[in-house]
Every structure is written in structure tokens, then in C-alpha cells.
């Protein structure tokens, strides 16, 4: 089955920027549509940025417009999140996860993933 592993996160300075990277195995991630979730501490998974199968289309939380990107390698079977100008409200452990459906609204996409990551911690300091 599809596998999914992160890596990238770390402890950073309020305003620095960190590149989170996804690595899938098994199966091409050209059928996927991919996403990255975050989870903060006592709280549900929040949808952070989604990308269609062929990087024609992406979908932002508004909390991370303008400052997270999501991009994708099909040929290294790689998803990656840069994340610049970090505030502590960033702070979460962060997911990728597959899905066979791209949605343009960020409230259709937790329910429709099919794999999921284990995470990888961010943590911004003030």
C-alpha cells in the first residue's frame, strides 16, 4: 500500500522558514492528488494546503496564504511544503496524506484522504 514519510520539521525563531518534505513509496504519487495537514496539541487536524495530480491547481488554508507553498516532484515521488514567516501559531505536527479526489474548498479534503504520513514536529518560539 501506499506509504508516506516526512521529514524537514525542527525548532525555529518566529519569522524563519522551514521546507517540509513527504517521500511516497509503492505507488506513483501521479495518481494522487496530495495534501498537508497539521495537528495541534488537543486539537483535530487542520487542512494547511492541498495539490491536484499534475500541479495545475493548489488550495490554502487562509491561515497560511502567502507564506506556505505546496509542490510536488512526481518524478522523485516527493511532496514538499515550504513554510516561510513562521509565527508560534504555526507550531503543530505536520501530515501528508494521498487522496484519489482533489477538492477546491479547504472543508472537503480531511474526509476524502486515503493514506496518511506519521508527521514530522514544528515548533516556532517567539
Known amino acids: 500500500q501506499l506509504q508516506l514519510v516526512e521529514s524537514g520539521g525542527g525548532l525555529v525563531q518566529a519569522g524563519d522558514s522551514l521546507r517540509l518534505s513527504c517521500v511516497v513509496s509503492?505507488?506513483?504519487?501521479?495518481?494522487?492528488?496530495m495534501a498537508w495537514f497539521r495537528q495541534d496539541p488537543g486539537k483535530e487536524h487542520e487542512f494547511v494546503a492541498g495539490?491536484?495530480?499534475?500541479?495545475?491547481?493548489?488550495t490554502y488554508a487562509d491561515s497560511v496564504k502567502g507564506r506556505f507553498t505546496i509542490s510536488r516532484d512526481n518524478a522523485k515521488n516527493t511532496v514538499y511544503l515550504q513554510m516561510n514567516s513562521l509565527t508560534p501559531e504555526d507550531t503543530a505536527v505536520y501530515f501528508c496524506?494521498?487522496?484519489?479526489?482533489?477538492?477546491?474548498?479547504?472543508?472537503?479534503?480531511?474526509?476524502?484522504?486515503?493514506?496518511w504520513g506519521h508527521g514530522t514536529q514544528v515548533t516556532v518560539s517567539s
Open positions: 496524506a494521498s487522496s484519489r479526489n482533489y477538492y477546491n474548498s479547504r472543508n472537503s479534503w480531511k474526509n476524502g484522504m486515503d493514506n
Open positions: 509503492r505507488f506513483r504519487i501521479r495518481d494522487y492528488a
Open positions: 495539490i491536484d495530480w499534475r500541479s495545475s491547481s493548489t
